[in-house]
């Protein structure tokens, strides 16, 4: 009876679970062409030997990597189709997918793979070369193999390999040329599931798809629009001019509207963590101090920040490393407990700290045309006025910025972003480190500091997290109170597309996998 | 040549290291850094790239831009065409409707139609032109959703022939409008001005008593002579109108030599913000150049 | 702009001062130039008194739209007033406006006057510098100049005014070839008077009204000028402006038009302000224009 109980249940199952997709939308469907907005254009289509975020947009249509991450993270295959991780992580193998070809015809094989992690995204890319310093040997023991031996362990390694960090080039194409120049950067040619047709600068580039990929290409054609001005791309989507806006174009300001919108699906929590921090001049008179440092972080009114620069899709900063990898949070560093909002105890820690507060004048340095960064900004200046701390507002253009924050150090505060994938080992932990002079986006605060240095070095070689976690405690522990730079927000990601897309964001970023979503009709 | 070296040396001794755009977010590799101002020329010192630039223009090549990758003279001529196309139309539409008004205007002065022209006028010249670009976007794309907000293509559709330029037509009414509106202003005064002066010359005054129909009169000999201020204005205020160009494109979204400039700015992109400050210069001058011309060719002391 | 100055020149001489306001006076649309220059004047002065809020002073009440008694004209994304922003705005504008127009006036003069006076080589050379820098749009250059070293205020100013120059030292150069043949500069050089001092004391008043017209012209100018770079986000960071208000506000203009639209109607009515004036006393000091 049980038995027979259970297997009327499971038929029931069964029954509701094919009537329910019978319910719901006719299976994929090929054609049709999606639409994505882009800021600016890119300033190459070689995602080897850069990180910028609109290359990425478009090449990771065109490009594959070893693997790909899923929208959790999972790591998945794609020109891999599979791999062995040896126990004492130092050794990996990848089984290569067969007849794969580059969109010339041309046949794929493992010399390619080898090729691309030494000459390209070894050498030139800003993320995998902090991967690949631990790398030994990239060895080829026949066409579809490829070995990978470590000098070191580093944790987030295997994540690493997918299109945004180590995409495969062919070799054929590079082999003798001067990487940097190539006009192989402006005329791609991958084995991704589009292949690249036309760019028409400052307007839009096209991509079609490539009838021999491996799995099946829903869209017909990816046209990347290039829309300078945020306001007008959240207008684009709402007119239907443009599919998708993903989260670094897409202007927070507009999601309130876009959210109300039938028309358009709205995501918010891309596990992408970005942070956007303050950085502190420690080299400059009072801001030496470690108190006055605190001050500041009490003066600071983050969900204020929050609120307006960010129309209220951020999370206000809970500590050194923000809340997005949970490993790296401490709670008894937590910012909130430690520093909320108080004008007062602003004011009271200046005083101990025996800083004449009127005459205390900052200069507040930043990327002029980052619209949410300005935004802050001015809040902080506002902020700071309250505690009578004057604040000279210096919107730079970016490479002018560079040279000021980075190179010459010429700066009291400015306020930054960097994001981290995968890993805070890759993207967060220059935030603190001790850093060469002029060497851009690293720690740019003059903060020094060897016990810091050591554990977060040792945090980025354990691999097991519960382990991590108890680093992290200790450094979050000085850091929190030596407050080099406080950590303003923790971005949310958030991506909008057109609802006539199905089966969308089936990557871990929102930029990959777009040969899986289809048009509905 | 004066004006080459003079943006050349404002541009190289400008704070701001142009590679350190082009790098992404992360830290980038130092030999890869090291590759790219040899690359670009910006590891040697001032006077040798300023005389290597120098010779590079003398033979029509402008260089290579930092930020696309591609030579800057094509850049330039692919968004040249968008821009002359904008500023083309504007100008149409301001001599037209300039000319139509400041003729109404004149013919029966301090008329209310002449007030309401010279009122028109007046605030159409006080109104800056990207404001103005604001604010029909604000009612035409955004309230009634007529026109497109940006851009000069639609995205989608693949557009040939016939509907292609009708496209494109829709995507320009704004920006050429705001453009325009300006130099109808000003052009409408000018003609006024221009006609009253002209009504009163003795060859008007001639053709009138000979019997010819005012209105004849009116068009035939007026115009003739109202073409010259026209034709000046345009031809003089050539520099000013690729500067409202700019800002029109900026909030069109029209992708013109304006936006290069910007962008090239925001992108340090040197040697394309030398090749759009050249073009625009070499523009300026030839366009000041036949408007010389054609002013001696209409001037009336040369025709009557 | 072009125009003006080239009607300007047909100017002839001086005439007194009473006759010349009555000329202005008859002119109504001049009369109320006048009358919206000096309110604007009177806003810049007190925009202290007149402000309800400190203009960069943000409150949690962000994008509140126009008509309550707290905010009248709203506003913006950090909580700021409009209409202090509005208020305080004038200030910037005409500040720069008349500063950087004075600039340009001074060096147009000096440069003009020498050009006109010495003729010869000096005046071919300067000639080639004004040459030189018409051929660049002004809004070009002072947009690369500034987004290139740097925002501020005093920057503006200069920016502004240096690049303004030419067209007054064209006209105060014409003017004086046609002054330098009269012939009560011959009597002053055949005193024996110095060239600086014939300058001054002989032909400068003689060119003064043309000059003036078009420094009220230049004023609109510069004012359009500033808000064009305010606009491009280039203009002083640390006060408010029409043009920042403006660059602010391209972010916003689906969700609250009145970031946009209060800011540039003060600048429509500062720039249409000067050229009403700069028109009016051109009519004034020109009546054969004057119909």
């Given at each position: 009876m049980k038995v027979i109980g259970r297997i009327l249940a499971a038929l029931s199952l069964a029954v509701l679970l094919v009537a329910g997709s019978a319910a719901a939308q006719p299976g994929p469907q090929p054609g049709g062409t999606i639409v994505m907005a882009l800021g600016a254009d890119p300033?190459?289509?070689?995602?080897?030997i850069t990180t910028g975020y609109a290359v990425g947009a478009i090449t990771a249509n065109i490009f594959s990597g070893l693997i790909r991450l899923g929208p959790r993270g999972e790591v998945l295959p794609q020109l891999a189709t599979s791999w062995q991780v040896a126990p004492d992580a130092r050794t990996y193998t990848f089984t290569l997918r067969r007849g794969v070809r580059w969109h010339d015809g041309r046949a794929f094989s493992a010399a390619d793979v080898k090729f691309s992690l030494e000459e390209i995204a070894g050498k030139f890319h800003g993320r995998f070369r902090i991967a690949y310093a631990n790398v030994e040997s990239v060895t080829t023991p026949n066409a579809g193999t490829v070995v990978i031996r470590m000098k070191t362990p580093f944790a987030p390694f295997l994540q690493m390999l997918d299109t945004f960090n180590a995409p495969i080039m062919a070799r054929h194409l590079?082999?003798?040329?001067d990487i940097a120049r190539s006009p192989r950067n402006v005329q791609p040619v991958g084995t991704g599931p589009y292949a690249f047709q036309s760019w028409a600068r400052g307007d839009r580039v096209v991509l079609v798809r490539n009838?021999?990929?491996w799995e099946p290409v829903y869209a017909d054609r990816l046209i990347f629009r290039i829309i300078p001005n945020a306001a007008q791309r959240s207008t684009a989507l709402e007119t239907g001019e443009v599919d998708v806006v993903t989260d670094f174009y897409l202007a927070k300001t507009d999601v309130p509207r876009l959210r109300q919108n039938k028309n358009l699906r709205v995501r918010f929590g891309q596990p992408i963590p970005a942070l956007d921090f303050m950085f502190i001049n420690t080299r400059r008179g009072p801001l030496a101090s470690a108190k006055v440092r605190q001050a500041l972080a009490f003066a600071i009114n983050r969900e204020q920040i929050v609120a307006q620069a960010m129309a209220g899709i951020a999370?206000?900063?809970?500590?050194p490393f923000g809340d997005g990898f949970k490993y790296a949070y401490t709670p008894e560093a937590d910012y909130t407990r430690l520093?909320?909002?108080s004008p007062e105890r602003a004011a009271t820690l200046l005083q101990e700290a025996g800083v004449a507060r009127e005459s205390l004048r900052l200069s507040m340095v930043f990327d002029a045309a980052r619209a949410p960064l300005a935004a802050a900004a001015q809040i902080i200046r506002d902020n700071l006025r309250q505690v009578g701390i004057t604040v000279d507002l210096v919107p730079l253009e970016r490479s002018v910025m560079i040279d000021r924050?980075?190179?010459?150090?010429?700066?009291?505060l400015t306020v930054q972003s960097f994001t981290s994938n995968t890993?805070?080992?890759?993207?967060?932990?220059r935030i603190y480190l001790t850093a060469p002079a002029?060497?851009?986006?690293?720690?740019?605060?003059?903060y020094s500091n060897p016990e810091v240095d050591r554990l977060l070095a040792l945090a980025g070689q354990t691999p097991a997290v519960s382990e991590r976690a108890k680093i992290y405690a200790q450094v979050n522990a000085i850091l929190a109170r030596d407050l080099p730079t406080l950590i303003l927000f923790d971005e949310v990601g958030v991506d909008a597309a057109r609802?006539?897309?199905?089966?969308?964001?089936?990557?871990?970023?929102?930029?990959?996998?777009?040969?899986?979503t289809w048009v509905a009709k | 040549m004066g004006i080459i070296v003079v943006n050349f040396l404002l541009i190289a001794l400008?704070?701001?290291?142009?590679?350190?755009?082009?790098?992404?977010e992360y830290p980038a590799p130092p030999e890869y850094v090291a590759r790219l101002r040899d690359q670009f020329g910006l590891d040697r010192p001032v006077h040798i790239r300023l005389g290597r630039y120098v010779a590079n223009v003398a033979q029509g090549n402008l260089g290579f831009s930092?930020?696309?990758?591609?030579p800057v003279v094509r850049l330039v001529l692919e968004r040249l065409g968008n821009t002359l196309l904008l500023m083309g139309t504007a100008m149409t539409l301001a001599a037209l409707a300039g000319v139509l008004l400041g003729v109404a205007a004149a013919?029966?002065?301090?008329?209310r139609l002449d007030t309401g022209a010279t009122a028109l006028s007046l605030v159409g010249y006080s109104i800056p032109e990207f404001w103005l670009g604001q604010l029909l976007v604000l009612l035409f794309?955004?309230?009634?959703?007529?026109?497109?907000?940006?851009?000069?293509?639609?995205?989608?559709e693949e557009y040939t022939g016939l509907a292609a330029a009708l496209d494109l037509g829709r995507h320009l009414i704004l920006p050429a409008a705001a453009l325009a509106f300006r130099y109808i202003a000003l052009i409408a005064r000018i003609t006024r001005a221009a006609m009253l002066e002209v009504m009163h010359q003795d060859f008007i005054l001639a053709a009138r008593a000979r019997g010819v129909e005012e209105r004849r009169v009116l068009w035939r000999h007026g115009l003739r002579n109202a073409a010259i201020p026209v034709a000046t204005v345009i031809g003089y205020n050539y520099a000013f109108i690729l500067a409202g160009s700019a800002l029109v494109e900026t909030v069109f979204g029209w992708p013109g030599v304006g936006r290069l400039l910007f962008d090239a700015i925001l992108q340090r992109d040197t040697p394309v913000l030398l090749g759009v400050l050249l073009l625009v210069s070499v523009t300026v001058v030839l366009v000041n150049l036949v408007t010389d011309v054609l002013y001696a060719y209409l001037d009336p002391r040369v025709r009557y | 702009m072009a125009v003006s100055v080239e009607t300007v020149t047909a100017f002839a001489a001086p005439r007194a001062l009473r006759d010349f306001w009555r000329r202005y006076r008859r002119n109504r649309l001049a009369v109320a130039g006048l009358l919206l220059v000096l309110a604007l004047a009177l806003v810049a002065l007190l925009a202290p008194l007149l402000a309800?809020?400190?203009?960069?002073s943000t409150s949690l009440d962000s994008l509140q739209p126009p008509g309550?008694?707290?905010?009248p004209l709203g506003t913006d994304d950090?909580?700021?007033?409009i209409l202090s922003g509005v208020i305080w705005g004038t200030r910037v504008s005409l500040l720069v406006g008349v500063t950087a127009a004075a600039t340009a006036v001074v060096i147009g003069i000096v440069l003009g006057a020498v050009a006109g006076f010495y003729g010869g080589r000096t005046d071919a050379l300067i000639m080639r510098l004004t040459e030189l820098f018409q051929t660049i749009p002004r809004f070009v250059l002072a947009l690369l100049v500034v987004a290139l070293f740097g925002r501020g205020l005093a920057k503006l100013v200069l920016v502004i005014g240096l690049l303004a120059w030419p067209q007054a030292a064209r006209l105060v150069r014409g003017q004086f070839l046609a002054q330098t043949s009269s012939p009560y500069v011959d009597a002053a050089r055949a005193l024996g008077l110095p060239g600086w001092r014939i300058i001054f004391s002989e032909v400068l008043p003689n060119i003064l009204a043309p000059v003036i017209v078009l420094a009220s012209l230049d004023v609109a100018q510069a004012i359009l000028l500033e808000a064009s770079l305010g606009f491009f986000g280039?203009?002083?960071?640390n006060l408010v402006s029409w043009g920042g208000m403006l660059n602010q506000a391209q972010a916003y203009?689906?969700?609250?038009?009145w970031m946009s639209v209060f800011p540039g109607l003060g600048i429509a009515l500062a720039v249409l302000g000067f050229n009403l004036v700069g028109d009016g006393l051109n009519d004034a000091v020109n009546p054969r224009l004057h119909e």
């Amino acid at each position: 009876m049980k038995v027979i109980g259970r297997i009327l249940a499971a038929l029931s199952l069964a029954v509701l679970l094919v009537a329910g997709s019978a319910a719901a939308q006719p299976g994929p469907q090929p054609g049709g062409t999606i639409v994505m907005a882009l800021g600016a254009d890119p300033e190459t289509l070689n995602p080897g030997i850069t990180t910028g975020y609109a290359v990425g947009a478009i090449t990771a249509n065109i490009f594959s990597g070893l693997i790909r991450l899923g929208p959790r993270g999972e790591v998945l295959p794609q020109l891999a189709t599979s791999w062995q991780v040896a126990p004492d992580a130092r050794t990996y193998t990848f089984t290569l997918r067969r007849g794969v070809r580059w969109h010339d015809g041309r046949a794929f094989s493992a010399a390619d793979v080898k090729f691309s992690l030494e000459e390209i995204a070894g050498k030139f890319h800003g993320r995998f070369r902090i991967a690949y310093a631990n790398v030994e040997s990239v060895t080829t023991p026949n066409a579809g193999t490829v070995v990978i031996r470590m000098k070191t362990p580093f944790a987030p390694f295997l994540q690493m390999l997918d299109t945004f960090n180590a995409p495969i080039m062919a070799r054929h194409l590079f082999a003798g040329e001067d990487i940097a120049r190539s006009p192989r950067n402006v005329q791609p040619v991958g084995t991704g599931p589009y292949a690249f047709q036309s760019w028409a600068r400052g307007d839009r580039v096209v991509l079609v798809r490539n009838p021999n990929y491996w799995e099946p290409v829903y869209a017909d054609r990816l046209i990347f629009r290039i829309i300078p001005n945020a306001a007008q791309r959240s207008t684009a989507l709402e007119t239907g001019e443009v599919d998708v806006v993903t989260d670094f174009y897409l202007a927070k300001t507009d999601v309130p509207r876009l959210r109300q919108n039938k028309n358009l699906r709205v995501r918010f929590g891309q596990p992408i963590p970005a942070l956007d921090f303050m950085f502190i001049n420690t080299r400059r008179g009072p801001l030496a101090s470690a108190k006055v440092r605190q001050a500041l972080a009490f003066a600071i009114n983050r969900e204020q920040i929050v609120a307006q620069a960010m129309a209220g899709i951020a999370r206000p900063a809970r500590g050194p490393f923000g809340d997005g990898f949970k490993y790296a949070y401490t709670p008894e560093a937590d910012y909130t407990r430690l520093y909320p909002y108080s004008p007062e105890r602003a004011a009271t820690l200046l005083q101990e700290a025996g800083v004449a507060r009127e005459s205390l004048r900052l200069s507040m340095v930043f990327d002029a045309a980052r619209a949410p960064l300005a935004a802050a900004a001015q809040i902080i200046r506002d902020n700071l006025r309250q505690v009578g701390i004057t604040v000279d507002l210096v919107p730079l253009e970016r490479s002018v910025m560079i040279d000021r924050v980075y190179t010459r150090g010429e700066y009291d505060l400015t306020v930054q972003s960097f994001t981290s994938n995968t890993d805070p080992a890759i993207g967060y932990h220059r935030i603190y480190l001790t850093a060469p002079a002029g060497q851009p986006f690293v720690n740019a605060t003059g903060y020094s500091n060897p016990e810091v240095d050591r554990l977060l070095a040792l945090a980025g070689q354990t691999p097991a997290v519960s382990e991590r976690a108890k680093i992290y405690a200790q450094v979050n522990a000085i850091l929190a109170r030596d407050l080099p730079t406080l950590i303003l927000f923790d971005e949310v990601g958030v991506d909008a597309a057109r609802a006539h897309l199905r089966n969308l964001w089936q990557g871990l970023d929102a930029r990959d996998a777009w040969w899986l979503t289809w048009v509905a009709k | 040549m004066g004006i080459i070296v003079v943006n050349f040396l404002l541009i190289a001794l400008a704070p701001g290291d142009p590679v350190t755009v082009l790098l992404g977010e992360y830290p980038a590799p130092p030999e890869y850094v090291a590759r790219l101002r040899d690359q670009f020329g910006l590891d040697r010192p001032v006077h040798i790239r300023l005389g290597r630039y120098v010779a590079n223009v003398a033979q029509g090549n402008l260089g290579f831009s930092f930020a696309y990758q591609v030579p800057v003279v094509r850049l330039v001529l692919e968004r040249l065409g968008n821009t002359l196309l904008l500023m083309g139309t504007a100008m149409t539409l301001a001599a037209l409707a300039g000319v139509l008004l400041g003729v109404a205007a004149a013919r029966r002065p301090h008329s209310r139609l002449d007030t309401g022209a010279t009122a028109l006028s007046l605030v159409g010249y006080s109104i800056p032109e990207f404001w103005l670009g604001q604010l029909l976007v604000l009612l035409f794309a955004v309230a009634l959703a007529w026109l497109p907000a940006q851009g000069i293509r639609s995205t989608r559709e693949e557009y040939t022939g016939l509907a292609a330029a009708l496209d494109l037509g829709r995507h320009l009414i704004l920006p050429a409008a705001a453009l325009a509106f300006r130099y109808i202003a000003l052009i409408a005064r000018i003609t006024r001005a221009a006609m009253l002066e002209v009504m009163h010359q003795d060859f008007i005054l001639a053709a009138r008593a000979r019997g010819v129909e005012e209105r004849r009169v009116l068009w035939r000999h007026g115009l003739r002579n109202a073409a010259i201020p026209v034709a000046t204005v345009i031809g003089y205020n050539y520099a000013f109108i690729l500067a409202g160009s700019a800002l029109v494109e900026t909030v069109f979204g029209w992708p013109g030599v304006g936006r290069l400039l910007f962008d090239a700015i925001l992108q340090r992109d040197t040697p394309v913000l030398l090749g759009v400050l050249l073009l625009v210069s070499v523009t300026v001058v030839l366009v000041n150049l036949v408007t010389d011309v054609l002013y001696a060719y209409l001037d009336p002391r040369v025709r009557y | 702009m072009a125009v003006s100055v080239e009607t300007v020149t047909a100017f002839a001489a001086p005439r007194a001062l009473r006759d010349f306001w009555r000329r202005y006076r008859r002119n109504r649309l001049a009369v109320a130039g006048l009358l919206l220059v000096l309110a604007l004047a009177l806003v810049a002065l007190l925009a202290p008194l007149l402000a309800p809020y400190d203009p960069i002073s943000t409150s949690l009440d962000s994008l509140q739209p126009p008509g309550t008694s707290r905010h009248p004209l709203g506003t913006d994304d950090l909580g700021r007033d409009i209409l202090s922003g509005v208020i305080w705005g004038t200030r910037v504008s005409l500040l720069v406006g008349v500063t950087a127009a004075a600039t340009a006036v001074v060096i147009g003069i000096v440069l003009g006057a020498v050009a006109g006076f010495y003729g010869g080589r000096t005046d071919a050379l300067i000639m080639r510098l004004t040459e030189l820098f018409q051929t660049i749009p002004r809004f070009v250059l002072a947009l690369l100049v500034v987004a290139l070293f740097g925002r501020g205020l005093a920057k503006l100013v200069l920016v502004i005014g240096l690049l303004a120059w030419p067209q007054a030292a064209r006209l105060v150069r014409g003017q004086f070839l046609a002054q330098t043949s009269s012939p009560y500069v011959d009597a002053a050089r055949a005193l024996g008077l110095p060239g600086w001092r014939i300058i001054f004391s002989e032909v400068l008043p003689n060119i003064l009204a043309p000059v003036i017209v078009l420094a009220s012209l230049d004023v609109a100018q510069a004012i359009l000028l500033e808000a064009s770079l305010g606009f491009f986000g280039l203009g002083d960071p640390n006060l408010v402006s029409w043009g920042g208000m403006l660059n602010q506000a391209q972010a916003y203009l689906r969700t609250a038009w009145w970031m946009s639209v209060f800011p540039g109607l003060g600048i429509a009515l500062a720039v249409l302000g000067f050229n009403l004036v700069g028109d009016g006393l051109n009519d004034a000091v020109n009546p054969r224009l004057h119909e």
